[in-house]
C-alpha cells in the first residue's frame, strides 16, 4: 500500500482530507513513517481553523494536561518533577558514522541514536491521539518562513505551540520545495498517576540534520517537547549555514530614539539571563524574545522573529521591575503558566512576584504546604525557579508593528549578555564587527540557571548564548558570524551588557530597571547620537550622558559614585578572562578562524599595557571622552 493509502486506512475521512489536498509525497511518507511507529489510536490535524483549537483546548482541560485557573483562559499545566528543564545529557545530534563533527557539541552515530529512539517511540502513542498540526517559522509569504510540522501526543504542547507560531498549512499547501519543511515528532510516554512523563531514565532529544526531523519521548517540559522552539532551531542553524543566513538565540525589539525614530536591535543572552525582560522594557516595542533568523538584503542585516510568542520565566516577574508583562499576567488573556503555585483560590502564585507567599496551594510536587521537603529532605520551593508563562505576543499592548512584516525589520545594533558577577561592564560598545563577534559574542561566559538541568552559579563557555543550540562545529559558526556582513555597507554595531555585576561583598551593582538606560544609550550609539569613553575593551559611556539618560528614563538621580562603581575597569579580570577564552579555542576547538586569536591577543596586550599606566582597578573618570 502506498502511504496515502496506508493514512487514509488510519483517519477518519475529514482528517485525511487534510492531509491530501496537501499533495506532498515527502509529507505523506514521513506522517505514515510515525503513524505506524507511535501508533496511535487517532490522528486529529490542526490546519489553523479555530474549531479545531477549541477542540484541542478543551481536551487539554478533560484529560487534565492543563487545569483551568481563577481568572478565564488562564491555565496551568505541571512538569514531573524531575522534568522541569531542558535535558543537555540526553539532547543528541545523530551524525553519520565517518561524518566529522565538533567533540565539543553532544552527538551519537545516527543509525545507532535512530534504532534507540525510535526504540523507546514504538507503540508509544498506543491508546492515544496523535496530534498533527501545522506552522510557520518566521512570518509567512516571506523568503525567511519555514514551515514546520509537529506530531504529538500532548494538549499542553498542541495549545502551547498554538500560541508561540503561526500557522502555516496554506504554506504547506503551497510549497515549492516539497521537501523544504521542519518535523518534530513528540510522545509523552508512560506516565504516573499525576499525569506526568514517568520513564525519565528513557527520556531522548534527538536531532537530525539529514532529515530535519526532531525526535523527543518520555518528557513534557517545553524545552525538550516543543519541537518548533529549541529543536527546530538546531535544524535551522544548520540549514541556515548551507543557505548564509543566521539563526541566533536573540530577542528583536524596537527602541524609541530622539524625533520618533525607532531603532531595531537583536539581543541574545543564555536562558535566565533577561533576555525577554529586556525586550519588555517599557516604552519600547517588542518583536520577539527568544529566537530570530538574520539575512542580508540590499546591503543591509533583517530580522524576524521565529515565534509569534513567549514562554518566558515568570520567576522574578513583578510590578517594578516588569510593569507591562504584569499587567498582562494578571488579565483575562490565554495564557498557559507552567510550574507555578496554584493556590486554593484557584489564583497563581510564583516568587519573586510581590504576593505574600501562602501556606499551601498545589505545584509541580502536588499538594504543597509551607515547609514541605523532598526525598532528599531539601525544601520544596512553592514555584519553580524555571516555572513559565506562555502566551501570544499579539495580547501584548507593546507589541511592535512589524511583528509579521515578511521583509523582516532592519537592525542596527547586536547585543550580547551574560551572568557574569566580576568582570564586564553594563554596557560597552565593540570598536568593530569583528571586534564585538570575537570579543563579545564568542568570548561570552555565562553562569548556569535553572533552565537546564544541574548546577546552577559554575562560570560557562557560552558563544553567542548559542552553545546548547549548535548543531554545525564552534569554528565554522564564528566565521559564518564573521562573514555575514561582508556584503553590508554599515553592519550593526555590537554591545556587551551584563546586568550581573556584583562588588567585593557579593552586591548587585545595579537596579534590574536600568538596563531601561542602557538600550537608550545603545539605541543612540547606532545613529551616531551619543559621547563615549574609550577603554582597552570598547567604548563605555560617559557620566553626563548616562546622568541625563538616567533622568529622563527612570526619574532617577544617577550619581558619579554609582557611575564610578559600575564602569570601573577590572583590568585583571578581563585579562583573566581573555586567557581562559584563549584556552578554549586554542586547545578545544577545532578551526578556530586565525583572527579570532589575533583580536584576543591584541586586547590582552591593551590591558597590559593600560594596567602599567592606570593600575588594576580603574575608574571611568580618569578616562577622557571622545567623539567616535
Ligand atoms: C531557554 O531556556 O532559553 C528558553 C526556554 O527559551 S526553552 O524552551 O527551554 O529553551
Ligand atoms: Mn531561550
Known amino acids: 500500500m502506498d502511504s496515502l493509502g496506508f493514512l487514509k486506512t488510519r483517519m477518519e475521512l475529514g482528517e485525511f482530507n487534510k492531509i491530501a489536498r496537501l499533495q506532498n509525497e515527502n509529507f505523506n511518507i514521513f506522517l505514515s513513517a510515525y503513524i505506524s511507529l507511535c501508533n496511535p489510536a487517532k490522528v486529529l490535524v490542526y490546519t489553523g481553523e479555530k474549531e479545531e483549537a477549541e477542540r484541542i483546548k478543551k481536551i487539554s482541560l478533560e484529560s487534565k494536561e492543563e487545569i483551568s485557573m481563577g481568572i478565564k483562559d488562564h491555565t496551568l499545566h505541571f512538569d514531573g518533577i524531575n522534568d522541569l528543564a531542558r535535558a543537555r545529557d540526553q539532547t543528541k545530534f545523530l551524525i553519520p558514522s565517518g561524518v566529522k563533527f565538533d567533540p565539543n557539541l553532544d552527538y551519537i552515530d545516527r543509525d545507532k541514536g535512530l534504532k534507540e529512539v525510535k526504540d523507546l517511540m514504538r507503540n508509544v502513542m498506543a491508546g492515544r491521539t496523535m496530534y498533527v498540526l501545522f506552522f510557520c517559522l518566521g512570518p509567512v509569504n516571506s523568503f525567511f518562513s519555514i514551515p514546520a510540522v509537529q506530531l504529538t501526543d500532548s494538549t499542553y504542547v498542541a495549545h502551547s505551540e498554538m500560541l508561540l ?65 529549541k529543536l527546530a532551531m538546531r535544524l535551522a542553524i544548520n540549514l541556515g549555514s548551507k543557505e548564509g543566513w543566521l539563526c541566533e538565540h536573540m530577542f528583536v525589539m524596537g527602541v524609541q530614539g530622539p524625533g520618533g525614530r525607532k531603532t531595531y536591535l537583536t539581543g541574545a543572552y543564555p536562558s535566565a539571563c533577561g533576555k525577554t525582560s529586556t525586550s519588555m522594557i517599557p516604552n519600547e516595542k517588542i518583536v520577539g524574545d527568544d529566537i530570530c533568523y538574520l539575512r542580508v538584503s540590499s546591503r543591509k542585516v533583517y530580522a524576524v522573529n521565529v515565534e509569534k510568542g513567549m514562554f518566558g520565566i515568570i520567576d522574578g516577574v513583578n510590578a ?27 489564583s497563581a502564585f510564583w516568587t519573586g512576584s510581590g504576593f505574600p507567599e501562602p501556606g499551601k496551594g498545589i505545584n509541580f510536587s502536588g499538594e504543597w504546604q509551607k515547609g514541605k521537603k523532598d526525598e532528599k529532605g531539601n525544601p520544596v520551593l512553592p514555584s519553580h525557579k524555571n516555572a513559565r508563562f506562555t502566551l501570544s505576543l499579539d495580547i501584548l499592548p507593546n507589541v511592535d508593528e512589524n511583528l509579521n512584516n515578511p521583509e523582516g525589520v532592519e537592525i542596527k545594533g547586536f547585543v550580547y549578555g551574560g551572568r557574569d558577577s566580576d568582570t564586564s561592564l553594563p554596557v560597552e560598545e565593540a570598536f568593530s564587527w569583528e571586534h564585538g563577534i570575537i570579543t563579545k559574542g564568542a568570548s561570552l561566559e555565562s553562569e548556569t540557571t535553572a533552565a537546564t538541568l544541574g548546577k546552577e552559579g559554575k562560570r560557562e563557555f557560552n558563544p553567542m548564548s548559542n552553545l546548547d543550540f549548535l548543531s554545525i562545529p564552534i569554528g565554522k559558526y564564528i566565521d559564518n558570524n564573521l562573514k555575514f556582513t561582508r556584503q553590508v555597507d554599515e553592519p550593526p554595531r ?37 559621547r563615549a569613553i574609550k577603554t582597552p575593551t570598547g567604548y563605555i559611556p560617559d557620566y553626563d550622558t548616562l546622568k541625563r539618560l538616567f533622568q529622563q528614563v527612570l526619574n532617577k538621580n544617577y550619581s558619579p559614585d554609582d557611575y564610578k562603581k559600575q564602569f570601573t575597569i577590572r583590568v585583571i579580570e578581563n585579562i583573566n578572562k581573555i586567557d581562559r577564552i584563549l584556552e578554549v579555542y586554542k586547545y578545544k576547538v577545532p578551526d578556530v578562524p586565525e583572527i579570532l586569536f589575533e583580536v584576543l591577543e591584541e586586547q590582552k596586550e591593551r590591558l597590559e599595557m ?15 571622552s571622545v567623539d567616535e
Not at 521591575?321 to 507555578?340: A, R
Not at 550581573?500 to 534590574?512: H, S, V
Not at 592606570?614 to 571611568?620: I, L
Open 320 to 346: 517594578q521591575d516588569d510593569p507591562v508583562l504584569w499587567k498582562v499576567l494578571n488579565n483575562s488573556h490565554e495564557i498557559i503558566f507552567s510550574n507555578i503555585l496554584m493556590k486554593e483560590d484557584k
Open 610 to 624: 593600560f594596567k602599567e599606566k592606570h593600575g588594576e582597578y580603574v575608574s571611568p573618570f580618569e578616562l577622557e
Open 494 to 530: 555590537i554591545f556587551s551588557v551584563n546586568y550581573f555585576i556584583k562588588d567585593k561583598a557579593g552586591k548587585f551593582l545595579n537596579d534590574k530597571v536600568d538596563k531601561a538606560v542602557w538600550i537608550k544609550w545603545m539605541e543612540l550609539r547606532c545613529s551616531g547620537g551619543a
Open 165 to 229: 507560531y503561526r500557522d502555516g498549512y496554506n504554506e504547506f499547501l503551497n510549497l515549492k520545495e516539497k521537501n523544504r519543511f521542519f518535523r518534530a515528532v513528540h510522545g509523552t510516554g508512560e506516565v504516573t498517576s499525576a499525569n506526568v512523563s514517568k520513564n525519565l531514565m528513557d527520556r531522548r532529544i534527538y536531532v537530525d540534520l539529514i532529515d530535519n526531523t526532531t525526535l523527543s519521548v518520555n518528557t513534557q517540559y517545553g524545552g525538550n517537547t516543543l519541537g518548533l522552539k
